[in-house]
């Protein structure tokens, strides 16, 4: 167990060894309980729940119901992180998600929630007046939790951080499953729109600028996946018409340095670290997403 203090919030993370759940057992079915008979836990904010065992195999199901169940116990949360497990543990692609449909209102007080991994991962019907941030992190976002986060009720809605992923490991949509999402999400309050780790970033990036959130705000994400000279040419042209964005990340690129320059010459912070540089094979060129499996 890791604690920690941030933003002022005290979070800690619960998570199983592989002695403990493969010598003493533990597992899902016991994880809520560990966390309640925690004494820390009534003085936490945060609340990070790691590797529960054979997380490959057995879904985080038990502890989603099981915050449910106990949900006056977990009142005083705010942050929740459920997934929060590095490749030498499990890789995102493996982790075993679950069906977060009663989280929404079993959770009124809830400012941001983070879920790592897409496998069985099912969001309902999202209605939540207070959720400020929603991150999903995985190799590859099916369509339906896309439909579900663009039918969201989310007023207060701040930050949407998506990892889109490939085809290979779970994302069965294109350009138009993102546009779709954009056009038809009513976030008012968004001030943080990210659309990242793409194989198709170029054409994300086209998709995001043309969207109705770019004049409202404040920092576009579109890091960690294939964007080239032809995404950045379109940010150049755009961004300028855009006064509210003051920051842009597209760390994790495959652009030119030429480019990469040009971006940073823009008049907002921009992060263009971490640059890529094409396979070629058999005459092919390959770019890749920088979290897939």
Not at 120 to 141: A, K, M, P, Q
Not at 262 to 290: C, F, T
């Amino acid at each position: 167990m890791k604690e920690g203090l941030e933003n002022g919030k005290k979070t800690k993370k619960y998570a199983y060894s592989y002695e403990e759940y493969a010598e003493q057992g533990k597992g899902t079915d016991s994880m809520v309980e560990d966390i309640l008979a925690d004494p820390d836990f009534p003085g936490l904010t945060g609340l990070v729940i790691g590797d529960w065992g054979d997380s490959w195999e057995d879904s985080c199901q038990n502890i989603l119901d099981g915050i449910v169940a106990d949900k006056e116990r977990f009142s005083h949360i705010e942050d929740l992180f459920i997934g929060d497990m590095d490749y030498e543990e499990c890789e995102v692609s493996w982790i075993i998600q679950g069906d977060y449909s009663k989280l929404w209102a079993a959770m009124p007080q809830l400012k941001a929630l983070t879920i790592k991994g897409s496998t069985d991962l099912e969001l309902g019907e999202i209605c939540h007046e207070g959720l400020e941030s929603l991150t999903i992190i995985c190799g590859g976002l099916p369509a339906s939790v896309l439909r579900s986060i663009q039918d969201a009720k989310l007023p207060n809605l701040k930050k949407l951080l998506l990892y889109v992923g490939i085809e290979d490991y779970g994302f069965d949509g294109n350009g138009d499953t993102i546009k779709e999402l954009l056009e038809k999400g009513d976030f008012p309050n968004l001030t943080y729109l990210g659309i990242v780790d793409s194989e198709i970033q170029d054409e994300v990036a086209k998709v995001v600028v043309e969207s109705k959130y770019m004049g409202q705000i404040h920092t576009l994400d579109l890091s960690n996946g294939t964007l080239t000279d032809k995404g950045g040419e379109l940010l150049l042209e755009k961004l300028p018409s855009y006064p509210n964005i003051k920051k842009l990340d597209v760390h994790y690129h495959y652009l030119s340095d030429e480019m990469a320059g040009k971006l940073e010459g823009m008049p907002l912070e921009v992060d263009v670290s971490e640059k890529n540089e094409p396979d070629e094979y058999k005459g092919e060129i390959y770019m890749n997403a920088m979290l897939t499996e």
